[in-house]
């Protein structure tokens, strides 16, 4: 009887301290921490993350409903863990649509302020999404790329997400916000396609994705002393 009540009580251990270290702790500092100011004595001068517009706010709660995570991540991992912040195909694209060569910083817990569930994922079968704002800035490239993906990639696998937009018959000019797409995929003359409410919302949240705002002093970030000297001319 003693050895069988042992045996249960190092059983009960062995998940509950695993469960209070990898869960509980996690779970608490989380939900403690706050934006924090650039500069500690002038908070005018903005804060780390900027705020979350409503939009975005709305289409998270999109982005979760469809099950994006499943397939994309929102996570740049430190570069002791993996080379996510050297892959070239997370380059930012220019005012021109050209490729630049950005690296982005490694993700932190403050970028996922605001959001009720950081969507981290557990997939890279689609890109990562962290900074999916940066580099493609087009909503209508969102629109096209969420109501058929193979529009703009033959080769995708993506799920087209029609249910999210509406054919309707044209009432005078085409909308501002139809969905554009190449003669194979277009709808009957005279029609429309046209993203709803819940595809706005998403197209707005995956356009708030840049999580490279710079970091605070406290974070690691270079204060603005050391941000002058970097950009101040050799010589």
């Known amino acids: 009887m003693f050895r069988t009540s042992i045996f249960f009580l190092i059983l009960g251990v062995s998940f509950f301290v695993p469960w209070l270290v990898l869960i509980v702790q996690p779970t608490i500092y989380l939900n403690s921490i706050e934006p924090i100011p650039y ?3 002038d908070k005018t001068k903005g804060m780390y993350p900027p705020p979350v517009p409503n939009i975005a706010k709305q289409g998270h709660e999109v982005y979760n409903q469809q099950g994006c995570a499943f397939c994309h991540t929102q996570m740049v991992r430190p570069t002791y863990l993996g080379q996510d912040s ?3 195909d997370w380059i930012s694209l220019d005012e021109e649509g050209n490729p630049t060569a950005t690296r982005m ?19 890279r079968f689609g890109p990562d999404l962290s900074n999916v704002g940066t580099r493609r800035k087009d909503r209508a490239w969102h629109y096209t790329h969420l109501y058929n993906p193979r529009a703009i990639h033959s080769w995708s696998v993506m799920p087209g997400y029609r249910h999210l937009f509406e054919t309707r018959v044209i009432q005078g000019q085409v909308s501002d916000d139809a969905v554009q797409l190449p003669e194979k995929y277009a709808p ?3 029609y429309e396609i046209v993203p709803t409410k819940e595809a706005k919302a998403l197209v707005g949240y995956l356009l708030t994705l840049k999580k490279d705002a710079p970091l605070p002093v406290e974070l690691g970030g270079e204060s603005p002393e050391e941000e002058g000297a970097a950009a101040a001319p050799a010589g």
Not at 105 to 123: K, M, N, Q, W
């Open 39 to 41: 500069d500690p004595e």
């Open 188 to 190: 009957p003359e005279g």
């Open 86 to 88: 050297y892959r070239t």
């Open 105 to 123: 910083r490694e993700s932190t817990p403050y970028d996922f302020i605001g959001e009720s569930y950081a969507h981290l994922g557990v997939s």
